[in-house]
Antibody
Framework: QVQLQESGPGLVKPSQTLSLTCTVS??????????WSWIRQPPGKGLEWIGY???????YYNPSLKSRVTISVDTSKNQFSLKLSSVTAADTAVYYC?????????WGQGTLVTVSS | SYVLTQPPSVSVAPGQTARITCGGN??????VHWYQQKPGQAPVLVVY???DRPSGIPERFSGSNSGNTATLTISRVEAGDEADYYC????????????FGTGTKVTVL
């Protein structure tokens, strides 16, 4: 059974960089069968795709966030990571990592990141 | 970018059928996926590729897709089906690869 677990600070100051890591267990990122995604959900709102990465390092980002987002992968640790720079209160959300190709079949439990001074 | 529109809410009595629509331009030409999200939990994939169900999802959940509308149908609705539901398409031809619908709150009366 594949499991994903997000980790990282729950509080980030405005203008700083949000950094999260997703650790995958029960399956290998290097299998090459899936994209590995970050998706977020502001409190009380809908889902927003941030971007995803292939095990080879190829990345695809939501154009609305592209200038501030970096997703990277560490296949040796079976992890992938998200960096979102210059955050504002509008970036406060539950951040999910997920596995999938054209749909997301496994999700992490999500982690709330609050942007506040 | 591609837009998916869902009704904000649907109400249904237990044992009845709930239908949740997802509207998009020529959505019938794309594969549509549906997620169920209960409060405080991560989304769960309940239908993929228009009408297929992942392992463990009850047969009561079914999907269809044609023209400009995709539909998730929940038959014999139970109290435990009360949740938010999101449709999603994968549009690799554009920059917005994963597009989510606006979400529908299903209330079981």
């Amino acid at each position: 059974q594949v499991q994903l677990q997000e980790s990282g600070p729950g509080l980030v100051k405005p203008s700083q960089t949000l950094s999260l890591t997703c650790t995958v267990s029960g399956g290998s990122i290097s299998s090459g069968d899936y994209y590995w995604s970050w998706i977020r959900q502001p409190p009380g709102k809908g889902l927003e795709w941030i971007g995803y990465i292939y095990y080879s390092g190829s990345t695809y980002y939501n154009p609305s966030l592209k200038s501030r987002v970096t997703i990277s992968v560490d296949t040796s640790k079976n992890q992938f990571s998200l960096k979102l720079s210059s955050v504002t209160a509008a970036d406060t959300a539950v951040y999910y990592c997920a596995r999938g190709y054209d749909s997301a079949d496994y999700w992490g439990q999500g982690t709330l990141v609050t942007v506040s001074s | 970018s591609y837009v998916l529109t869902q009704p904000p809410s649907v109400s249904v009595a237990p044992g009845q059928t709930a239908r949740i629509t997802c509207g998009g331009n020529n959505i019938g030409s794309k594969s549509v996926h549906w997620y169920q999200q209960k409060p405080g939990q991560a989304p769960v994939l309940v239908v993929y590729d228009d009408s297929d169900r992942p392992s463990g999802i009850p047969e009561r959940f079914s999907g269809s897709n044609s023209g400009n509308t995709a539909t998730l149908t929940i038959s014999r609705v139970e109290a435990g089906d009360e949740a938010d539901y999101y449709c999603q398409v994968w549009d690799s031809s554009s920059d917005h690869h994963y597009v989510f619908g606006t979400g529908t709150k299903v209330t079981v009366l």
